[in-house]
């Protein structure tokens, strides 16, 4: 993983890092530290998160691993020829994504899983850095609003430029794709907000978009 996308011993972030050192104490054999991003390294489709889970990411050390949310999501991966296997367990699985790459707006733990506009902006130097390096007519899909507005702002984009909706897709420099999805969060799913259709929906979509640029597994 390029230093620039990822940096797991930083602590700009006093919140984060002081909230982090209590949660090691509580849980010495988590992971408790920012999580990087996982999958191809050259991917054509950069899943944008949130930010990493108290009992997912953050203690397994792998995006979306280890907590509800990541059912839907490496389901859905494995079912759009992105994974070759449809349950992440941990970091140290041999699970392999093809063409894709996972992240977070955010890649530490914040207290309540609610970090503050000012952690968003410090983290997206490393999101920033992510889109960058994404190839021309790569698809970037954001989970949630706050992914969303952290794509935009690491375009240097403003947030009025394209509004978040469920499906709703934007144009990106370079010929990429911004394409939105509700969270797939236990609230979202276990309230319907977010179906499993919806969220096939949403890679059969990305699928069409990346064309024959990346092959199914």
């Keep these: 993983m390029p230093k620039a996308h990822y940096d797991r011993t930083c602590r700009d972030?006093?919140?984060l890092a002081g909230f982090l050192d209590q949660v090691k104490i509580r849980h010495p054999d988590y992971h408790a530290r920012p999580v990087a991003p996982f999958g191809d390294p050259e991917p054509r489709l950069l899943v944008v998160?949130?930010?990493p889970g108290m009992h997912g990411a953050n203690a397994t050390g792998r995006p979306f691993t280890g907590d509800h949310a990541g059912i839907l999501l490496y389901r859905t991966l494995h079912a759009h020829g992105f994974a070759d296997r449809p349950v992440s367990v941990s970091a140290d699985d041999g699970l392999r994504l093809a063409g894709c790459r996972i992240t977070n707006a955010v890649k530490c733990l914040?207290?309540?899983n609610k970090p503050t506009t000012a952690e968003v902006r410090t983290c997206n130097r490393f999101l920033a850095a992510e889109l960058a390096d994404?190839?021309?007519?790569?698809v970037v899909l954001a989970l949630g609003t706050?992914?969303?507005?952290?794509?935009l702002r690491g375009y240097g984009l403003r947030q009025s430029a394209a509004r978040?909706?469920?499906g709703h897709e934007h144009p990106l420099p370079g010929g990429r794709v911004l394409l939105d999805s509700y969270h797939c969060s236990r609230y979202n799913t276990q309230t319907g907000?977010?179906?499993d259709a919806m969220f096939d929906a949403i890679f059969a979509r990305a699928r069409v978009l990346l064309g024959a640029a990346v092959p199914e597994r």
């Design 49 to 51: 998160g949130l930010a």
């Design 164 to 166: 978040f909706g469920h």
């Design 193 to 195: 907000r977010l179906t």
């Design 13 to 15: 972030c006093e919140r």
């Design 110 to 112: 914040p207290p309540e």
């Design 146 to 151: 706050v992914a969303h507005n952290a794509v």
């Design 134 to 138: 994404l190839a021309e007519g790569s």
